[in-house]
């Protein structure tokens, strides 16, 4: 057995060297030691390489940081504020990425982005903030231990339109983007047939009223949404621009069509065919039969009229704006407003002969029935003693009030007017000057289809004159007719007006007898009151403390402090209504108005009584015009 002298380790026989310490067999380890030969001297060659491998080193390294720097999140971020600051559109769009593959992002796209920036260039800042706080995060192993809870909460925020996300790595170093989400954009109209853009590009139609569909994706920022509506009736575009920030969500935006359906009034009794024209143009609708249409606007800018036939001619009627859902159409035109004008103006220059002298024949624009009532006027006032010089002047018509309708088989028109004339009335001779008088009076005719001209059939008070919207009619050399019917003394003539005597009331709707005694007993009692000044007259009839015994309370007052006077002419119930200790009675009056100078005139009125029991008896309590 061979062991080691050095080590003392065992050696295989004819072993020539330790395989433990590599003492050779026979020497020590110190004898053993080998003294290094000499180095030779470095080659030229050897020198150039380790030269070129040093620069070599050197340059990756550069090259690296070099790498490191261009790919680095914070040159990223620095590149989209500059890009932000310079509204640079085309620098955006290569800047940024979607993770929605879907989405085109490229010059056009980001317009409405850099214009929200640009709009608001503090969010500029606000979205660098966000950047630099998430690249700190992405670069920190372990961002929950070693930043502060404000950059974490700051990250995580989501509400920033733009974020840095790390992808992967590109090469030897990670690789970071600025990744946009985008918005999908629902969009609803209200009108069917209705087209839908989104910054001038069609996007959809609407198949149905009250439409909505999903569009897009679109990037974040402001978008031009349109709605387009051609029909017969309108061609009609309504446009807004939308801010667009509800990223991977639905946002909802509705571009309404401010139009309506739009039902046409025509006058009663119509027929044939009617045809309806929208701003001139015929739009293939009668809207005798089909008098709803649409959509129109309804803000005045579209005009309706009608083409139809009457007994007078073919008639395009005035032009009516569109101003609601409900229109109604006026369908005289030009032409029958100048005949009833011109009517009007004979009626009131005859009238004064007619009137004057009791003759009918003298009045040949009204109807008989209506120059009957002249010459019935003439005649009371002859009865009365009261002698009147008139003088009619003018007539200014209100040319937007006409209007027409079908009555008993007749077409009735109307026009309202500012009638002028000078008058003076008298119990004896006249000792004073004519004074003018005006009065705003609604002109009624009836249309005479055998002579094919219009007559005057009755004339009322108007309460609807719009001074603006006059012509006026003026007589040329205006006639002063006087008649001399009495020479009773004033004194007469007050002892008259101061009369108690009961007016004759008639029963032509055949009410209850005590409703229309109740109803005389109270017509009288209020003339009585009127001309004695003494409201206690017409109080035994009226419900005490109700709406109706205030007003003639005030109206007996306001009466006599003006010393007018009434007298009734003729009064009739003509309708009732009675149920439960309730009642209406229906009256139409003529009554008699006395001013103080002398002057009077004689209204028509059609009243309804409310009256209401209270035992055994029954008072009234309400009045209201009869519509």
């Known amino acids: 057995m061979q062991f080691c002298k050095e080590c003392g380790n065992k050696m295989k026989e004819g072993a020539q060297f330790c395989n433990n310490c590599g003492t050779s067999v026979g020497q020590t380890k110190e004898t053993s030691r080998v003294t290094p030969k000499p180095k030779k001297p470095m080659t030229k060659k050897t020198k150039l390489l380790l030269i070129i491998g040093g620069a070599a080193v050197i340059l990756l390294f550069g090259g690296y940081k070099v790498g490191e720097a261009l790919t680095s999140e914070s040159r990223l971020i620095e590149k989209f504020e500059n890009a932000l600051n310079e509204n640079d559109a085309k620098a955006v769009a290569k800047l940024l990425t979607s993770n929605d593959k879907k989405v085109k992002i490229n010059e056009t796209s980001v317009k409405g982005l850099l214009k929200y920036y640009k709009e608001n260039p503090e969010e500029i800042r606000d979205t660098i903030d966000t950047l630099e706080t998430q690249s700190k995060v992405l670069r920190t192993e372990n961002p929950m231990e070693e930043l502060e809870l404000e950059d974490l909460l700051n990250e995580f925020a989501g509400d920033s339109l733009v974020n840095l ?59 031009k949404i349109e709605a387009k509506l051609k029909t017969d009736f309108i061609d009609l575009a309504v446009e807004e621009e939308v801010f667009l920030n509800e990223v991977n969500e639905k946002q909802n935006e509705y571009v309404e069509i401010d139009a309506d359906e739009v039902t046409v009034s025509l006058p009663e009794g119509m027929e044939g065919s009617v045809s309806l024209l929208i701003n001139g143009k015929d739009v293939g609708v009668n809207p005798l039969e089909n008098p709803t249409f649409g959509p129109v606007l309804t803000d005045g800018t579209m005009k309706v009229q009608v083409v139809s036939e009457f007994p007078w001619g073919k008639i395009t009627s005035l032009e009516t704006p569109i101003t609601s859902d409900y229109v109604q159409v ?3 035109d030009d032409t029958v407003r100048e005949q009833l004008m011109n009517t009007a103006h004979e009626f009131n220059m005859q009238r004064g002969e007619a009137f004057a002298k009791m003759d009918a024949s003298k009045l040949i624009v009204a109807t008989e029935e209506y120059t009957d009532m002249v010459i019935e006027e003439a005649k009371y006032f002859q009865e009365q003693g009261q002698n009147v010089k008139l003088q009619y002047l003018s007539t200014n018509f209100d040319v937007g009030s006409t209007g027409l309708e079908k009555q008993d088989g007749k077409w009735v028109a109307y026009i309202s007017g500012e009638v002028k004339t000078k008058q003076t009335f008298s119990y004896g001779e006249f000792d004073s000057e004519m004074e003018e008088n005006v009065m705003t009076t609604r002109f009624y005719f009836v249309y005479d289809e055998k002579n094919k001209k219009w007559l005057v059939n009755t004339i009322g008070d108007s309460f609807e004159y719009d001074p603006s919207n006059a012509k ?10 006087t008649t001399k019917w009495s020479t009773e003394t004033e004194e007469t003539v007050e002892a008259t007006t ?39 007259d017409v109080k035994p009839y009226l419900l005490e403390g109700s709406d109706l015994y205030q007003d ?17 002419v003729s009064a009739d119930v003509t309708d009732y209504w009675s149920e439960g200790g309730e009642a209406d009675v229906h009256t139409k009056e003529r009554v008699k108005i006395i001013y103080n100078d002398g002057t009077s005139e004689t209204k028509e009125y059609e009243w309804i009584y409310s009256g209401v029991s209270i035992g055994s008896e029954m008072f009234f309590e309400r009045i209201s015009e009869k519509e």
């Open 165 to 223: 996300e790390k992808d992967g790595k590109f090469l030897l170093y990670d690789n970071y983007q600025l990744n946009i989400d985008p918005v999908y954009l629902e969009l609803g109209t209200n009108y069917k047939d209705t087209s839908l853009f989104v910054d001038g590009k069609e996007v959809g139609m609407a198949d149905k009223p009250e439409y909505v569909s999903t569009f897009g994706p679109f990037l974040p920022g402001y978008h």
């Open 330 to 332: 006026n369908v005289i």
């Open 472 to 481: 006026e009619l003026v007589a040329k050399e205006p006639k002063t007719y």
């Open 498 to 536: 101061n009369s108690t005597e009961n007016a004759d009331l008639t029963n032509s709707g055949n009410a209850p007898e005590e409703l229309v005694n109740l109803t005389e007993d109270y017509l009288n009692g209020l003339v009585s009151a009127i001309n004695n000044k003494d409201f206690n």
């Open 552 to 568: 003639q309370q005030n109206l007996v007052k306001n009466l006599g402090e003006k010393n007018i006077k009434e007298q009734i």
